[in-house]
C-alpha cells in the first residue's frame, strides 16, 4: 500500500481525490491536510504539521495553492518522500525550486492529470509544425467561477508545446479583447473564461485563410484528474530522483514517443 497524504484535502480536487484514493487497493490515505484544517483528516491543527507525518507517509499528493509550495518540498526533501504536484499558477522561481528538489526526490507534476490533454498536447504540436507561420494560433480555456488562476496552468502547457514546433518562440498574448491591438503574427493568443460549474475546456484554434483546425478537450468531471494523480504517484512510488511528467509516464505506459 502507498500512504498518501494529500495536500489541499479540504478543496475541491482534495475531496474528489480522496475519494479515488479510497477506493484504490494500491494506496492508503493516510492523511489530509490544508491551509486552515476545516476538515483535516487528522488532529493536526497547523499546516505547519505537515511535518509531523514524517515516516508515516510514502507519497504526498498536492492540489492545492502555490503558497504551500515551499512547505512541500521542505517536507518532501526532510523525509525523502515523492511528491505528485497538480497545483497552478506556479511562478518560474517555483518550477525552478521544483527543478532543484528534484535532484534529490522524485516529483511528478502535470498542470493537467486527464489523459486525453496529453493527446491534445501532442495533436496541438503536430498541426502547429504542419501549418507552420501560415495559421493564427489562439488558445480558449474555460473553467468554474472558483477558479483562482488565469491563464489555466493547461493553457500555458499547451502554448509552450505548440512552440517547440517554431525556431523562433511566439509570444504569449492574453485576453487580446482587453487591448485595441492588431493581431501579429508572431504570437500565441490565450483567452480565459470563468463561469459557472465548468469543470475544464481547453480548445486550441489554428485560423487559417478560409480553412480552420479545431482541437477541443472537455473535462466533465474531476475524477480524471485525480485518477491521473494516482497514476501518477504509482509510477514515481519506488523511483529514483527526477522531475517527471505526464510525458515520461505514458511513455512508459504505451511505449510512444512524441
Ligand atoms: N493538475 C491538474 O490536473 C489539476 C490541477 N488543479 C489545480 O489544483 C489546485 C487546487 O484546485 P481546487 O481543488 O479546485 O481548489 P480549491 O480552492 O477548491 O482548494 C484549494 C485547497 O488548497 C488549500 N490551500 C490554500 N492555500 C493553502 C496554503 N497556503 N497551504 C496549504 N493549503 C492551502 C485549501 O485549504 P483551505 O480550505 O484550508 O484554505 C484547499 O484545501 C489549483 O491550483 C488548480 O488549478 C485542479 C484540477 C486539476
Ligand atoms: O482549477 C481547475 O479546476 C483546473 N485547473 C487546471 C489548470 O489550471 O489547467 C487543470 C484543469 O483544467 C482544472
Known amino acids: 500500500m502507498i500512504k498518501t497524504l494529500i495536500n489541499g484535502y479540504s478543496g475541491k480536487m482534495g475531496t474528489v481525490l480522496s475519494n479515488e484514493i479510497t477506493k484504490d487497493n494500491e494506496m492508503e490515505l493516510v492523511g489530509g491536510i490544508s491551509k ?3 476538515e483535516c483528516f487528522s488532529d493536526f491543527k497547523l499546516y505547519d504539521d505537515i511535518f509531523k507525518f514524517k515516516d508515516a507517509v510514502d507519497m504526498v499528493i498536492d492540489f492545492s495553492h502555490p503558497s504551500s509550495l515551499d512547505s512541500l ?3 518532501g526533501l526532510i ?6 504536484i497538480g497545483t497552478t499558477g506556479l511562478s518560474d522561481e517555483n518550477f525552478k525550486n521544483i527543478k532543484e528538489a528534484a535532484k534529490k526526490i522524485p516529483i511528478f507534476y502535470s498542470a493537467n492529470m486527464s489523459l486525453g490533454i496529453n493527446l491534445l498536447l501532442s495533436l496541438a504540436k503536430k498541426a502547429a509544425s504542419f501549418l507552420g507561420d501560415s495559421f493564427d494560433i489562439e488558445i480558449v480555456e474555460m473553467h468554474h467561477n472558483k477558479k483562482i488562476d488565469s491563464p489555466s496552468g493547461t493553457a500555458y502547457m499547451i502554448a509552450n508545446e505548440i512552440n517547440k514546433s517554431f525556431n523562433e518562440p511566439k509570444k504569449y498574448v492574453f485576453n487580446r ?18 463561469g459557472g460549474t465548468i469543470v475544464g475546456e481547453h480548445s486550441v484554434l489554428f485560423l487559417g485563410e478560409d480553412e480552420e483546425v479545431e482541437i477541443k478537450h472537455r473535462a466533465l468531471s474531476k475524477i480524471v484528474f485525480a485518477q491521473g494523480a494516482i ?11 527526477g522531475f517527471y511528467t505526464m510525458d515520461d509516464m505514458l511513455k512508459n505506459f504505451t511505449g510512444r514517443e512524441n
Open 36 to 38: 486552515h484544517c476545516r
Open 73 to 75: 518540498l521542505k517536507f
Open 79 to 84: 523525509n525523502n518522500v515523492p511528491l505528485v
Open 177 to 194: 479583447h482587453e487591448r485595441a491591438e492588431k493581431r501579429q503574427k508572431n504570437e500565441i493568443g490565450i483567452h480565459s473564461i470563468r
Open 231 to 241: 497514476k501518477a504517484a504509482k509510477f514515481i512510488y519506488k523511483k529514483s530522483a
